[in-house]
């Protein structure tokens, strides 16, 4: 029987795998994961913990056959290649601008040296480069994309169960994933994972209780940060441990209704994020729209570490960044209130928002983050307008009515009366005493006045236009 290495990369898991699938039709296999440390392909922050337990997982799923490297992807493939008599390569596709590249230059490679190389879609539910416009462009603005691609031509695929028997090749060592060294074994690492199972199995779990539990109330729950209605599914996404296609057909299953319908819109927009990624390659880092290259960002390093540690002064702010430190997440609603407050109250560059998201998210999507980003900030494709800014007070009020979301990460204020819990330095003092708080104390003051930067916001969008 001939060989070949199945390369394990962002589809961890042994359902739904087509590369794991078809090798094991026809060869005895070598299952792999490559920690390629090099900037472009770098993992870092909480994504390192969450890849070491997904590791262990599939793993355990694979008999313990799992073989981990480090270093310099093709130079590792190589010498596989020439050690286990390697006959084929297989790998499911990264749409990434950087792991096309090098798949590109692997594929080649080795194709001249007579080894089969062949690669699946096994991330998303359509290949972004079947989807173009009728005058052969991409598209730029999502509701059209959805309705011709996703709602008139509705998705068809046939997913893959987990191989019936798989056969390994036979090794004269095993690696060790703790080589890899993605843990840092701080007490950090346990708490943040507390609240969290991880793996293929876990991902399967949540997407039935999802089903069964939440998804009758999704459309208008999926807003209240306090209330669970949301399929907590993007980690496992991120990672691979679940298909977007298994997903799309298990809502599909169900009668239609608007939550459903709401659900899967929310799946497609992931979906354009790695569209946009494809066709608009730049985006992790340029404006997609080139205005925004004159925009008078304010690189203020007190803003950002307030930020950062959730000590804005603004409650629903501070609440959201402090859930991303001790979760790993954070609620969606508030993930568009902490970024808008940071673009357009602080100033600061969209991009140092996005870095801070990929440092601290366990769905730290490159595609999802940078477009989201963009979005908020104005400057993406089909982005919200710059001048619409969420008034964090307000969002706080209405999405956080009792305050149980708040009271929870910002226990500061836990005592305090909801009348006051969204604006803290509005309370009369004998209401602080009752509360036990002091402000700028326990707790701090708005760093800025929240009317006088949505105006500075607002001028500088003015004054960018108007030089342009």
Request: glycine share 4%; hydrophobic share 35%.
């Amino acid at each position: 029987m001939t060989h070949a290495i199945v390369l394990f990369r962002r589809d961890l898991r042994t359902t739904h795998n087509p590369a794991l699938y078809h090798a094991s039709q026809d060869h005895k296999i070598l299952p792999i994961f490559i920690l390629d440390n090099k900037e472009e392909f770098k993992i870092v922050g909480a994504s390192r913990l969450w890849l070491h337990h997904s590791l262990k997982s599939l793993d355990k799923s694979l008999n313990h056959n799992m073989q981990f490297f480090c270093g310099d992807t093709k130079n590792i493939l190589s010498g596989l290649i020439k050690k286990y008599n390697i006959d084929a390569v297989y790998w499911n596709r990264c749409y990434e601008p950087a792991y096309i590249e090098q798949d590109t230059k692997i594929k080649a490679a080795l194709q001249e040296q007579g080894i089969q190389v062949k690669s699946f879609n096994a991330r998303l539910i359509k290949e972004p480069w079947e989807l173009l416009k009728d005058d052969d462009t991409p598209y730029r603005v999502f509701t059209p994309f959805y309705k011709k691609n996703y709602l008139q031509n509705h998705p068809s695929f046939t997913l893959l169960d987990r191989p019936q028997q798989v056969g390994h090749l036979t090794r004269d060592e095993k690696t060790s994933l703790d080589a890899l060294k993605l843990l840092t074994h701080h007490n950090w690492e346990e708490k943040i994972l507390s609240s969290w199972q991880v793996g293929e199995q876990a991902a399967q779990d949540k997407l039935l209780n999802f089903i069964d539990t939440r998804l009758h109330h999704y459309k208008r729950g999926r807003d209240y940060p306090a209330i669970n209605t949301t399929s907590v599914l993007s980690p496992h996404l991120h990672f691979g441990e679940i298909s977007p296609q298994q997903i799309w057909q298990e809502i599909e299953t169900l009668e239609p209704n608007d939550n459903t319908a709401c659900f899967l819109s929310e799946l497609v927009w992931r979906e354009f994020a790695y569209y946009i990624l494809y066709h608009f390659p730049t985006i992790p880092d340029e404006n997609m729209n080139k205005k925004f290259n004159h925009f008078p960002w304010n690189n203020n390093i007190e803003f950002q570490n307030a930020w950062q540690k959730g000590e804005t002064g603004i409650p629903i702010v501070d609440a959201g960044m402090r859930e991303l430190w001790q979760t790993g997440t954070m609620h969606n609603r508030v993930r568009m209130i902490v970024a808008s407050f940071l673009i357009k109250n602080l100033g600061q560059d969209w991009r140092f928002g996005k870095d801070w998201f990929d440092a601290c998210l366990f769905d730290a999507d490159l595609a999802s983050n940078s477009f989201n980003w963009q979005w908020v900030a104005g400057c993406g494709l089909d982005a919200a307008p710059y001048f619409r800014i969420f008034n964090p007070i307000l969002q706080g009020q209405k999405f956080d009515t009792n305050g149980d979301y708040t009271r929870r990460f910002v226990p500061e204020l836990k005592h305090l009366p909801t009348k006051y819990l969204f604006t803290p330095w509005l309370a009369p003092r004998h209401i602080l005493q009752q509360s036990g708080l002091q402000l700028d104390t326990a707790y701090p003051n708005p760093i800025v006045d929240l009317s006088k930067s949505r105006d500075a916001a607002l001028d500088a969008y003015k004054a960018m236009k108007s030089i342009i």
